[in-house]
């Protein structure tokens, strides 16, 4: 089993950048697709970016398309979120997950991840 511990959260003002790690536990890290997914009090987790096994592919959702970035590097079992022109309302808890998923549509659903990090905490003030 793949196991996900993430780091970078924090508290930041407005405008400014974040980017989150995602240590996996194994070299089998690189047979996954990975995602992002982030949850605030009283909403459903959702979808943020994912990329796929090589990398050669990403999706975003597009209310945050264009302010962060999702990348890995296989060789060191590490996957990336950078986050640029935060707002207040990007507040939340951030997820990295893995999936075995070959389809766009399972990729960026939460329901086609089978392993999650522990999450970490991304607060924006105005």
């Known amino acids: 089993q793949v196991q996900l511990l993430q780091s970078g959260g924090g508290l930041v003002q407005a405008g400014d950048s974040l980017r989150l790690s995602c240590a996996a536990s194994?070299?089998?890290?690189?047979?996954?697709?990975m995602g992002w997914f982030r949850q605030a009090p009283g909403k459903e987790r959702e979808f943020i970016a994912a990329?796929?096994?090589?990398?050669?592919?990403?999706y975003y959702t597009n209310s945050l398309k264009g302010r962060f970035t999702i990348s890995r590097d296989n060789a060191k079992n590490m996957l990336f979120l950078q986050m640029n022109s935060l707002k207040p309302e990007d507040t939340a808890v951030y997820f990295c997950?893995?999936?075995?998923?070959?389809?766009?549509?399972?990729?960026?659903?939460?329901?086609?991840?089978?392993?999650w990090g522990q999450g970490t905490q991304v607060t924006v003030s105005s």
């Open positions: 997950a893995a999936s075995r998923a070959t389809t766009v549509a399972t990729m960026t659903d939460r329901r086609g991840y089978e392993y």
């Open positions: 194994d070299s089998t890290f690189s047979n996954y697709a």
């Open positions: 990329i796929t096994w090589s990398a050669s592919n990403t």
